[in-house]
């Protein structure tokens, strides 16, 4: 019964590392959406990646702990089940108006936290840093570019 409640082949301070990254990096995304009025605020993107994270963390200690040399456990079922459900709810971020598609760049940016909640899951936070970091500065470096499609900016309403 005490084995439930600990982990087994990873260390408490290596889960809070992977959950905390896996809450920090896509927070720094998520703001700059939250920031800029987008139609997905900060919280999905953290409870989407600290979830991935907490899979992926569960996969592998359960594929750790197993005895049973005849189990078929397989991490990476759970990234493909993750990163294809995280999918449909940024396709619930994407609506079209008129010629354009908006909510394309929060929709990209929610699967892409789930992303880093995995390879934050697999102890990978170096990768996960640098995936925000990218994925921020696009978002921040592009806003010029895309800020005439944006409804909520009023640089979009002028008519040449």
Known sequence: MTDMLHPSSLSWFDVAWRLGAATLFPLIV???RFFH??????RPFVI???AAC?????SIELLQSSNDSQAQIDPTRVIEGVITGIGFIGAGAMFREGNYVQGAGSA????CAGAIGLVCGMG????GAIVSI??????IVSRPFTERWDPGSTKGTDTE
Do not use: R, T
Not at 124 to 127: A, D, K, V
């Open 30 to 32: 998520g703001l700059e």
């Open 37 to 42: 009025k987008k139609p997905i605020d900060f």
């Open 48 to 50: 989407i990646s600290v």
């Open 54 to 58: 907490g899979l992926l963390i569960g």
């Open 108 to 111: 990209a940016s929610i699967w």
């Open 124 to 127: 990978e936070l170096w990768l």
């Open 134 to 139: 990218i994925v921020f500065l696009l978002l």
